[in-house]
């Protein structure tokens, strides 16, 4: 009986069945529309929420939360966390569930599980790469908007204005 215990858990440690890296939890200032100064404002859903409510972030996996600091509200956000850098080596245990089309899962159980080989040990972005990615596709965003813009005055009035413009000068 000792032995086949044992070798359970020696199973459960060689699997490393990982669930990311812990809880994400960060805070951003809520959203407060004038005519409601005390109820924090949901985007992903366009309802108000009281102080210690919360609503889950679907589309996303996540789940917020109003909460009042001082005199500010804050919308706690709860999600999956930054994906792994290394993750391909690895399979995610629940992916069948996650790509099911005909269940809505709540987070956390829309995290995805990630099963990993014997000496492979998940790596995660620090708050540091996390912030130059951010930058970077800021920069890039901001680069296609200045070109996009250029094109749009070097192809002339008429496409600026539009379609039916080009087609009334005909």
């Known amino acids: 009986m000792k032995f086949v215990l044992i070798a359970c858990l020696g199973s459960l440690v060689l699997a490393q069945d990982l669930q990311g890296p812990g809880p994400f939890v960060r805070d951003l200032r ?74 809505i899962l709540e987070y956390p159980a829309c995290c995805p599980k990630y099963v990993c080989p014997d000496g492979v040990t998940l790596q995660y972005p620090t708050q540091e790469e996390i912030q130059a990615e951010i930058q970077k596709q800021n920069q890039a965003a901001l680069q296609a908007a200045k070109e996009a813009a250029a094109a749009r005055e070097a192809a002339g009035p008429q496409a600026a204005a539009g379609p039916q413009a080009a087609a009334g000068t005909a």
């Open 30 to 103: 809520a959203d407060v529309l004038r005519d409601f100064p005390e109820l924090c404002f949901s985007s992903t859903n366009f309802r108000l929420f009281l102080e210690n409510q919360s609503w889950s972030l679907f589309p996303f996996c996540g789940k917020a939360e109003c909460i009042k600091e001082g005199t500010q509200f804050v919308e706690r956000v709860h999600d999956c966390g930054p994906q792994p850098k290394n993750g391909e080596a690895c399979t995610i245990s629940n992916l069948a569930e996650l790509q099911r089309n005909d269940t």
